[in-house]
């Protein structure tokens, strides 16, 4: 019988029937947002935009890895596998009472979102974005490994162990054989042999949290064993359960795809999720604290890093060369950036930086594709290299407090328009603006007293530089070398030193105008050269500047105004 149904605020009359699809992974009835009521699981599956009572969603199903979905939202929530579940505008989420309902996962159970609604909801209305992840465990609580022998017979290796002087468990190898372990085997080293192709499922209980969970190496002198013998390659995905250990230590190996750690678990080991180029998407659970260095280190193609606000660092290579992920929100919980965090993340153009954050490390966004940013007040050093060959970055501002500024921080960032200092800082360090190409505006700090080597190196497009008042020293040699585009220069009259060559091929600077009555102090005769243009001075000032040292060379150029 027909019935008169409405779906996203719109009403439809005498509609005989709606599909709702039965494998979207979610625990409320999704209906496509159009006015075609005749959608089909694979709709939702794709990414399609639905509605459920608490608001509008994207359709996903499990294990997808970075399922379709509007990356673009203010709100997004994710499940473990880098599906988009619900999005929302920052207006629509501010409004909420609630987060939305988990959605239901086939083999796991959702324990929580790693963000309490509160805190997300405070991030948002100060930064206008979240990411939001959700933390499972594998229904049975224990843990499942996942793995594929396509060459046969394949030696596969695990360890675990823990300090309980009485404990119990099992290894379930998925081939239908057993192996127990307890506090009698001191090694906690098990390596067993598959003699046929195929896909298998271990999975690992204990009595006790475990300690210590690795495959494919044991590097313990007694008990010495490694790959080849234990091959951790085939591993495919690893879910945590309750008790598999208190944190992941050493490599876990493998062509691993996909990881869920479930709430109370951490991580110890320098390298415990790098190395691992197949990785698609990783949340952490609410609760973790400290990353160690170099956490998702190559891990080529992952996408996303969901964090939640209870990590305090992001530690020293944090996401180096991961070529996939676009977005990062940094929770308000992060104090300092450690060095280069995401350096050669060539994909990421939007990083959201909390007024938590006071320190940012050196080449911490080196070769990235970062478009825009805005950096709080909050932050004091901003380390050598920070945005070196950050070819998107348009435009920035310094603000007032970062009294810590590196070398070279936008080195080659050949998009580069305009930078605006807004504090104090008495140096501008050596290649500051090198090979900025398209730099056309530099707002400086006041109190500046030092200008350094190469700092508008091949600064190609500037037509006209104005260096201000305070300015004592050009230290070394070529800031304005090969400013190919640069006619008129203005120096200071605070200007009292000059140190070597500074205008090599600048062939179309017609004027220099120095400010001040007395001549600056030349360390070479040979500074003026590559630069054929027109010394102005203040007319009074004429004879002092032809007659003092090292001027001379350069003495009928020099004119009065």
Known sequence: MAQNVTIANVDYSNVPSVRIPKTIGIDDAIFY?????DMTASDLAEGKVGYTSTGKVIGTSSGGGG???DEEADVIFYDPFGNIVYT????????????????????????????????AQEYVEDYGKIDIGLSVIPTDGMTHILIDVDEAPLAYAIHCQ?????YTGTI???DGTTDTFSNTRASGAYIHTYTAVGNYEIIVSSTTRLSTFEIGRYSSTTYNWKAPVANPQATKAIYYGANCCTSITNEIGGNIEYITLPNGLGMTSRQAISYLPALKFLVLPKGFTTLPNSFAQYCANIKGVILPKSITTIPTNFAYYTSNIKRMIIPNSVTSIGNSAFLMSKELTTVTIPNS?????????????????AIPNTVTTIGGSAFNNAHYLEEIKIPSSVTTFGASVFYLCYGLKRVTFEGSMSTLPSSTFYNCRSLQEVVFPTGLTTIESQCFGYCVTMSELTIPEGVTTLSSSSIFTNMVSLSKLTLPSTLTTINGSQFDSNTVLTEIHMLGTTPPTLSTSSIMSGANSYIYVPAEAVEAYQTATNWTGVASRIVGE
């Open 88 to 119: 929302y505008s920052a207006e629509d989420f501010l409004g909420l009472a609630s987060l939305p309902a988990m959605p239901s996962i086939t083999g796991f159970t959702s324990q929580e979102w790693n963000w309490t609604l509160a805190d």
């Open 357 to 373: 954050v006071t320190s940012i490390g050196s080449s911490v966004f080196q070769n990235t594709h970062i478009t825009t940013i």
């Open 33 to 37: 947002d159009t006015s075609d009521a």
């Open 162 to 166: 823990t300090s309980s002087s009485s």
């Open 172 to 174: 379930d190898w998925g």
């Open 67 to 69: 399922g379709g979905g």
